[in-house]
C-alpha cells in the first residue's frame, strides 16, 4: 500500500509542475501579446483563452485528484488501525 500512495504522490507532484508551467507559458504568451501590434494580438487571443481553459480544466482535475487521495489516505490508516 505504501509503494501506491508513493506513486500518486509522484504522479501528483508531476501533474503540478505542468499546470505551473502551462500558467507561465500563458502569462508569457500575453506580454508578447501586448508587444505586438493589434493584428498579431487578435490572432494569438485564441490561443490565450485556449490556455486558459486548459488551466482551468487542470484545476478541476487536480481538485478530483486530491480528494481521491485524501479517500486513500484514509482507507489506508484505517487498514492500519
Known amino acids: 500500500m505504501g509503494e501506491r500512495l508513493n506513486r500518486i504522490f509522484f504522479f501528483l507532484e508531476k501533474f503540478q509542475r505542468s499546470r505551473k508551467f502551462v ?9 508578447w ?3 505586438k ?11 490565450i483563452l485556449e490556455l486558459k481553459d486548459f488551466i482551468y480544466l ?15 489516505n484514509l ?4 487498514l492500519r488501525n
Open 23 to 31: 500558467i507561465l507559458k500563458a502569462i508569457t504568451l500575453e506580454k
Open 33 to 35: 501579446c501586448d508587444k
Open 37 to 47: 501590434n493589434k493584428k498579431k494580438r487578435k490572432s494569438t487571443f485564441s490561443m
Open 58 to 72: 487542470t484545476t478541476v482535475r487536480l481538485h478530483f485528484i486530491n480528494l481521491l487521495t485524501y479517500f486513500i
Open 75 to 78: 482507507s489506508y490508516y484505517e
